[in-house]
């Protein structure tokens, strides 16, 4: 068994129970090839309860700052996410991303670039819209409805791929693209609240 899916098992037996986590829409999450998975992001517990909750091992892209004290580092790492520079164009953050996206990885984001303070969903950054253009990979929105208090239940789920085609054929830009993905997540909070 691999570190991801050892950490995959103790934390799920953690979280699973304590947030009473209902999963709804796996049956949208492609068994293979890439995908771009994108939710909305309401607390610190958002990337463990969607790495427990996602059928494939997914690599998120993780704020700079969490890499800077060793063992989170050496964790973060073991789990496939890597730094990103927020606020500023991070080219080898954008590489590392769109190679694991054309080798049939699944990426992990949080267009709105951070946690969201009303617990309302905010503006998507064009990041996501970006590497859904410049990609094949599979769009899957993702919603995490609830509170995180304990023994309340947690939802997360997953939609429908959003159908790209027309979007890249009209070669729309990374922030219409990415409005589009907003507005799927969207969806998915009002239907699930």
């Known amino acids: 068994m691999t570190f991801y899916g050892f950490a995959k098992k103790v934390v799920g037996m953690l979280l699973k129970p304590l947030f009473r ?22 607390n610190n517990f958002d990337p463990p309860v969607v790495g427990i909750t996602a059928p494939r091992p997914i690599a ?5 700052e969490l890499f800077k004290r060793p063992l ?29 996206l054309k080798s049939g990885q699944v990426l992990g984001l949080f267009p709105e670039g951070t946690r969201s303070k009303t617990g309302k969903l905010g503006k998507g950054l064009a990041g996501a819209g970006f590497f859904a253009l410049k990609t094949q990979a599979v769009v899957i ?11 309340k239940k947690l939802k997360v789920i997953y939609g429908k791929p959003i159908e790209m ?9 990374a922030e219409k693209v990415t409005a589009v993905i907003m507005e799927n997540i969207s969806y998915l909070i009002k239907n699930h609240q």
């Not at 998120?60 to 700079?64: G, I, L, P, R, S």
């Not at 929105?141 to 023994?151: D, E, L, M, N």
């Open 141 to 151: 929105p993702c919603a995490i409805v609830g509170t995180y208090r304990p023994f």
């Open 72 to 100: 989170l580092r050496f964790l973060l790492k073991k789990l496939n996410a890597f730094p990103v520079k927020r606020g500023m164009s991070d080219r080898e953050a954008f590489r590392k991303a769109l190679h694991l």
């Open 21 to 42: 986590i209902e999963i709804i829409g796996l049956e949208h999450f492609p068994k293979e090839g890439s995908v771009l998975l994108c939710s909305n992001h309401i």
């Open 165 to 173: 085609e027309e979007l890249r054929e009209s070669k729309a830009s």
């Open 60 to 64: 998120f892209m993780a704020k700079e």
